[in-house]
């Protein structure tokens, strides 16, 4: 089993356009950050090869040839902006490889806005030209309501990303085949505040995964200061911070980190 971090940036990715700062000019490979995105990657208990996406970036074809991901079982949406669904079209790929559709999960509010983006998929007989596109199975999905997968659990929760609600997801392991010392993982991307009625669902994790978008202060996201407070509370055995943007550098930031506490980088592997 492992958790594959696939991109780790924010929504401009890193190096950003024409940008000459410390980041975007970097030699460090830590400080090139595609869009945050990740793979659940694991051997379910009859012992077939599962692939799990939480959210499909603009840069998941570059993502999953770099990282050799031959299958998608399914995919977790945290919610429907550009840098976390513009990447749906590249899955059509997978459907041809395993000869089967794709499981796709999310809420309302971004199940609506996929099928609007996607009508050439989700409504392909209305094409003019009959098109290679993606089979996927729509499951709409609802915080508090887990989702057992091949030997996995995937609990849906709520985080705050400003005035809207999006979903962090909970992975816990229903099988004693699919244990890892990094599960139970809770995710929560894009995320400025936490309702209380999460706080639960936090509750016991080994890891935590958590945006920290720079020290500044932003209206939609964690600042590193907050998010290391919220990862105290939690207290998970390990912290992974994702959607950097370019304010910071990976070496300078994640010296300065608590222990237990690390900046995510694109590739990063838990396993």
């Avoid at 958790?3 to 924010?10: I, K, S, V």
């Avoid at 050799?68 to 749906?88: E, K």
């Avoid at 105290?232 to 370019?246: D, N």
Wanted: one cysteine or more; aromatic letters at 8%; charged letters at 20%.
């Amino acid at each position: 089993m492992r958790f594959l971090f696939l991109g780790t940036g924010t929504s401009a990715g890193i190096p950003v356009i024409a940008c000459d700062c410390a980041a975007c000019t970097s030699t460090d490979p830590r400080d090139r950050r595609t869009r945050t995105g990740a793979a659940v990657q694991w051997t379910d208990p009859d012992g077939h090869e599962r692939i799990a996406l939480l959210d499909a970036t603009p840069d998941l074809r570059l993502q999953a040839l770099r990282h050799n991901l031959r299958r998608c079982d399914a995919i977790f949406f945290t919610h429907n902006h550009v840098d976390h669904i513009f990447g749906l079209d590249e899955v059509r790929r997978f459907n041809a490889v395993m000869q089967a559709p794709i499981d796709i999960f999310a809420d309302a509010h971004t199940m609506e806005s996929l099928r609007r983006v996607y009508k050439h998929v989700f409504d392909a007989a209305v094409n003019v030209n009959k098109s290679f596109v993606a089979t996927l199975i729509a499951q709409e999905i609802r915080p508090g309501s887990p989702i057992d997968l091949h030997g996995l659990r995937f609990t849906p929760f709520t985080v705050m990303h400003g005035k809207l609600p999006i979903l962090g997801f909970r992975i816990d392991a229903t099988s004693k085949k699919t244990q890892a010392p990094w599960l139970p993982l809770a995710y929560c991307t894009d995320t400025s505040a936490i309702p209380p009625d999460t706080w639960p669902t936090l509750s016991g994790v080994n890891t935590l995964v958590l945006d920290a978008l720079r020290h500044r202060h932003h209206p939609t996201h964690f600042t590193i200061g907050q998010a290391v407070s919220v990862a105290q509370e939690v207290g998970a055995a390990q912290t992974y911070f994702i959607h950097m943007g370019h304010e910071v550098v990976h070496a300078e930031v994640d010296s300065e980190l608590p222990e237990r506490m690390s900046l995510a980088y694109d590739g990063m592997e838990l396993k």
